[in-house]
């Protein structure tokens, strides 16, 4: 195998347009990528004078005053006014207008224009996943061109860098914090985000395709992939249990809730579903269909005995319970959560049967409206 062929396809991805890539840098695809280039060969091209300079003369020194005999005259000037002044003044004046240049585009990169398109990316150990303001989650990026695109980052864990090197665009995703970034892709085609901090062992898998397309095209997309109920592929709908597993994974219930039996953040969901549940106060309670509903519409009121209260979080009311979801979102999670147990019964089941449901027509769903809805807590 060519051991240069990521490097290669890094720099002359086919898929991707524009000028050729240089050994530095691989093609531009951005609004800013001309700005940063710029910089970056301004500070290079200086860097490599300096270098060049600096070599050269300790050479020439090295040649010109090398000891030529064991008695020698030595010139006494301590010395020069002129010469120290302009190497001090000639570095300060280019160092700070390397500052002034990094730090405008830095501060600019760092302010999203006013009404951009925002995307929330969640960083998590080793993959990346993305939601769009309408509730579509897609593991890979898709944005239109000529579209200011607003980033918003989270990591669950430790350190990622969210970098796609042909928008020039690079940021730290740090937990507990909530950092963003944005850029404007300026040509349709494919480029790759890469995570950018060594986050582990799968850090050199953390990347993620980016497609960038027209906005006809991104809108239509974007419109199929909120559908969760509808097979990507197939576009035939998907049975609910199906539906399910892809609720517990963009919601994120795979980080604290296994299906394996193992104990995680929260209580397994295997053979959860109709056994009996030991709360911390108060008697034992019978996990059938209400009773699960309950917990997850408000996870407050349960407290399982050998978990801590208040780390499940109360904001999946509105994602199962809004007026658009008919509750599908529910049976879905449900059936999902009843599959991973060998105690289920009609019980426990939701109250629709187990197959795929049509799809989500709401038309003010998929234009993007998310109502929201105020708990009323019973
Ligand atoms: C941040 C961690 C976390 C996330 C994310 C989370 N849960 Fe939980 N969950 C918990 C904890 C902790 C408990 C135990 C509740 C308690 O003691 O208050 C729990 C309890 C439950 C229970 C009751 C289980 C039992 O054995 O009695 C259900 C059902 C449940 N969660 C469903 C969900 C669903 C559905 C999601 C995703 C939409 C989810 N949880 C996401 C932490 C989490
Ligand atoms: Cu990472």
Not at 259 to 276: D, E, F, L, Y
């Amino acid at each position: 195998m060519n051991v240069l062929q990521p490097l290669q396809h890094l720099l002359n991805n086919p898929q991707s347009t524009g000028a050729l890539a240089s050994l530095w840098l691989p093609r531009a695809a951005s609004s800013i990528a001309a700005r940063v280039d710029w910089i970056f060969y301004y500070i290079y091209w200086i860097s490599l004078f300096f270098l060049l300079l600096i070599v050269g003369l300790i050479v020439f020194f090295c040649i010109r005053y090398r000891q030529r005999s064991y008695v020698q005259e030595v010139s006494t000037v301590t010395h020069n006014t002129p010469l120290e002044i302009a190497w001090t003044v000639i570095p300060f004046i280019l160092a700070m207008s390397m500052f002034v240049m990094g730090f405008k585009e830095y501060m600019n990169m760092d302010t999203p224009p006013v009404g951009a398109y925002n995307i929330n990316v969640q960083a998590k150990q080793w993959a990346w996943t993305f939601t769009y303001p309408n509730g579509a989650v897609t593991g890979s990026l898709h944005v239109p061109v000529g579209v200011p695109i607003k980033v918003t980052m989270r990591s669950s864990d430790v350190i990622h860098g969210f970098y796609i090197a042909a928008f020039r665009v690079q940021r730290d995703v740090v937990p507990g914090r909530v950092n963003i970034t944005w850029f404007e892709a300026t040509k349709p085609g494919h480029y790759w985000l890469a995570c950018t901090q060594y986050c582990g062992n799968g850090h050199s898998s953390m990347h993620a395709p980016v497609v960038v397309e027209s906005q006809e095209k991104f809108a239509k997309w974007v419109k199929a992939a909120a559908n969760i109920f509808i097979d990507p592929k197939t576009k035939k709908p998907l049975p609910l249990a199906v539906v399910g597993k892809r609720i517990y994974q963009i919601q994120g219930c795979v980080g604290c809730h296994t299906t394996k039996g193992a104990t995680g953040v929260g209580p397994t969901w295997k053979n959860m579903a109709g056994s009996h549940i030991a709360l911390a106060n108060g008697p034992t309670q019978y996990a059938n269909y209400k009773y699960i509903k309950e917990c997850i519409f408000f996870p407050g009121k349960q407290d399982v005995k050998g978990f801590a209260p208040d780390v499940m979080p109360d904001s999946f009311y509105n994602y199962f319970n809004g007026p658009h979801t008919k509750h599908r979102r529910l049976h879905a999670i449900i059936w999902y959560i009843n599959m991973q147990s060998k105690l289920r019964n009609k019980a426990t089941e939701p109250p629709v049967p187990n197959i795929p449901v049509a799809a989500e027509k709401r038309a003010s769903f998929a234009a993007g409206a998310h109502p929201v809805v105020t708990p009323k807590k019973p």
